[in-house]
Structures are given as structure tokens and as C-alpha cells.
């Protein structure tokens, strides 16, 4: 998530130190310091959040630069989020394929394994695969004509940058999500 700075002053606004305090669920990426924010322009700063559990998480980032404008040249910005239920997928008691899938660990770092369970009758083609937060085909998992049964199938994440993602599991009658994360 980007933490918007602003300069709307009349000088070289400086950036020369980050910190974050309060849970350790968010963490700074890709900041080089110092940097600096020309007069009339904006920076973002990346904010990552990767919850832990299912909860509201709260964390402060104080921001120190070379305003002269606020005490003792910081400003402190709120960070929050909430942590929802990543990694399970159980449909409703209606589902016909796909049953239930699973990822762990997750968050990854490089590899997962993804765990899934197709029902119904008659053996289903289904389409693996994994999407960016823009919906956007990014990798291929596998596609191939599946019997009723539970299975598994090892992701490696290592080519995705830090992020959330969804893997996608098609059959011709059903499509289905399930998130996660990789936390570099």
C-alpha cells in the first residue's frame, strides 16, 4: 500500500529516516534514504501489509525530514488493516468439482503447496493457474482431466515480486479463488 509525501512547500522536502512502530505485520519495501521530494511533487512510500492472523492489526510510521514546519521535523502516520482468512477455500454444499483447496505456507517466500479436492462423478477437466490483484493471467500451475480424488501440486513463486495473488481453479462449471501471499 503507498503512504502518499507531499512537498507544498518551497524547498527540497528530505527524507532521511522511516521507522515503524506497533505490529509487525508492515514493513517498508524497496526505500532507499535518504530521498528527496521536490517542491510541488509527491513520493509514495511502500507499505507492505502481510497479517499474521485474523484480527485488526495498528502500526505507526514515523517519517523524519528536514520540515522544519513539525516538531522536531517528524510526522507519524497511522498504519491499520485487517487480517482476513487467507490459504482455505471451501465452497458451499452445492459445489459439484471442486471441493476444497488449501495453500501452505502462506505467506511464501518461494515455494508452496497447493492442496485441493475435486468431487462430483464424472473426472473434470480443470485449469490451474495464478492471477495478480489486476485479475491478470501471470503463471500456469497445470491443466489436465481430473478424477474425483485430493491432490496436490508444489507453486513455486519465486519469478513474483512481494504481493497477493489468487490461484484459480476452472472446470466448465465452476471457477473458484483462493489468496495468497508471497512476502519477500
Known amino acids: 500500500m ?13 527524507i ?3 521507522e515503524i512502530a ?13 530521498f528527496t521530494v521536490k517542491p510541488g511533487e509527491k513520493a509514495n512510500i511502500m507499505v507492505t501489509f502481510t497479517p499474521t492472523s485474523v484480527k485488526s492489526f495498528l502500526a505507526f ?12 521535523n517528524e510526522v507519524t502516520v497511522e498504519l491499520s ?5 487467507l490459504g482455505v477455500f471451501t465452497p458451499a454444499e452445492e459445489a459439484k ?3 476444497s483447496m488449501k495453500i501452505g505456507p502462506n505467506p511464501t517466500a518461494d515455494k508452496s503447496v497447493l492442496s485441493f479436492t475435486i468431487g462430483g462423478s464424472a473426472p473434470q477437466y480443470l485449469e490451474l493457474y495464478i ?3 489486476l485479475g491478470q493471467r501471470i503463471a500456469e500451475i497445470s491443466s489436465q482431466l481430473r478424477s474425483q480424488g485430493s491432490y496436490t501440486e508444489t507453486i513455486d513463486v519465486s519469478m513474483l515480486s512481494s ?10 462449471t465452476e471457477r473458484v479463488q483462493l489468496p495468497f501471499v508471497v512476502n519477500r
Open 163 to 172: 504481493g497477493s495473488y489468487r490461484i484459480i481453479a476452472n472446470t466448465s
Open 61 to 72: 510510521l514515523k517519517i523524519t525530514s528536514n520540515n522544519n514546519n513539525e516538531a522536531n
Open 22 to 34: 506497533g505490529d509487525k505485520v508492515f514493513s517498508l519495501q524497496g526505500v532507499s534514504l535518504p
Open 2 to 14: 503507498p503512504v502518499e509525501v507531499s512537498n507544498t512547500g518551497d524547498a527540497d522536502l528530505v
Open 81 to 85: 488493516g485487517e487480517g482476513q482468512p
Open 97 to 99: 468439482t471442486v471441493v
Open 16 to 18: 532521511t529516516k522511516l
Open 131 to 133: 492471477v495478480n490483484t
